[in-house]
């Protein structure tokens, strides 16, 4: 099967997308909720092939949407910010808008080598919380029974 490449360019009240058809960029926004989703679902379904979407991790702001887009069948694969960044500079795109960002992240998506990602999963977040939560009492033990550990060595002795 055929797909577009799409690219998202996420923030935390809208997300800017691009799809390239015959290389050419079209271009919209959406908001970045439930209804910005749906919305985005029904423009996308306007075009004649489904869409393989690349965007890039934006801490929390991007996960809803990922989940949006898992439940709904569209392939997305979530880059990390700095490999984007770079892949981006290297095909010469030299702009910082949304705009730009999603088409650049649209052009990653042609590239090939496209790899599904799958959203994170609560019971994955909860665990990691507590790995954190673990290792933050103890890091805050350890310095509790000597405060100068970590400390430069002048403030430690003199």
């Not at 908001?31 to 690349?54: H, M, V, Y």
């Not at 010469?92 to 992240?105: E, P, S, W, Y």
């Not at 994170?120 to 405060?147: C, F, G």
């Amino acid at each position: 099967m055929e797909f577009l490449p799409a690219g998202i360019d996420v923030s935390k009240l809208w997300f800017d997308v691009v799809v390239l058809v015959a290389g050419k960029p079209y271009h919209s926004r959406f908001d970045n909720d439930g209804n910005g989703f749906e919305a985005f679902g029904t423009w996308l379904k306007s075009f004649p092939q489904p869409a393989r979407i690349c965007l890039e991790a934006t801490g929390v702001y991007h996960r809803e949407l990922v989940s949006w887009l898992w439940e709904a069948g569209i392939e997305v694969q979530v880059l990390n910010a700095y490999r984007a960044k770079q892949l981006s500079k290297g095909m010469g795109f030299q702009g910082k808008d949304d705009r730009t960002d999603a088409q650049a992240l649209a052009q990653i998506a042609g590239l090939g080598g496209f790899k599904r990602s799958e959203p994170v999963r609560n019971e994955q977040m909860e665990a990691l919380r507590e790995v954190t939560a673990h290792s933050t009492t103890q890091v805050r033990d350890r310095q509790a029974k000597n405060p100068l550990e970590g400390a430069p060595s002048q403030l430690a002795y003199g």
